[in-house]
């Protein structure tokens, strides 16, 4: 995956083409330091250099080279906004979603499968893992993910008892 998803073009903003967008992100302010985002639909990708970026209140709001008037603007209503992975900064400690989703999740040496999704609950994440013998939800807790190798794309883990049962 060489793509991050940010954000999602909610409607035009104004008549000169600018773009209101719904930030997935924890910083949207992190909008004001990109060069280039990736408009994608479906399998239709478009880059666009930023010519300038504005937060407003939870919203961004994008002025995109090439995107210069409402009806331009309107054709873009519901895509993704995507940056590429490089220009993803790093944690200072722990990990984004993406980078875990596609791990080799093992208990010791045998693979349980690949972790699929990350979803989030009110006490804690839980990770889908899916494997040959289906789907096993993974709490996200301390005490069960002993290891995550981001490049190494493997995470270890320790079940808590009657998990894999039933």
């Known amino acids: 995956m060489d793509e991050v998803l940010i ?5 035009p ?5 600018e773009l209101k967008i719904y930030p997935l992100t924890t910083d949207p302010e992190r909008f004001l330091k ?5 408009l994608r639909s479906g399998k239709i990708d478009q880059h666009f250099e930023i010519i300038s970026a504005r937060v407003q209140m939870d919203l961004v709001l994008l002025t995109l080279k090439g995107i210069e008037s409402i009806t ?9 906004v995507r940056i590429d ?8 400690e722990g990990w984004y979603y993406f980078e875990l989703e596609g791990m080799q999740v093992y208990e010791g040496d045998i693979l349980l499968g690949t972790l699929s999704q990350v979803l989030e609950t009110g006490a804690n994440d839980v990770y889908v893992v899916k494997g040959t013998k289906g789907e096993l939800c993974v709490p996200a ?5 002993q290891k995550v190798d981001v490049s190494g794309r ?3 883990v ?3 008892p009657g998990l894999l049962e039933g």
């Open 72 to 80: 331009q603007a309107d054709k873009y209503r519901g895509w993704e």
């Open 7 to 11: 954000g999602e073009v909610l409607r």
């Open 13 to 17: 903003h104004g008549n000169s083409g």
């Open 34 to 38: 990109l060069q280039e985002v990736i």
């Open 85 to 92: 992975r490089s220009e993803v900064p790093p944690l200072q």
């Open 158 to 160: 320790i079940l808590p």
């Open 154 to 156: 493997r995470m270890d």
């Open 141 to 145: 807790l301390k005490s069960v993910v």
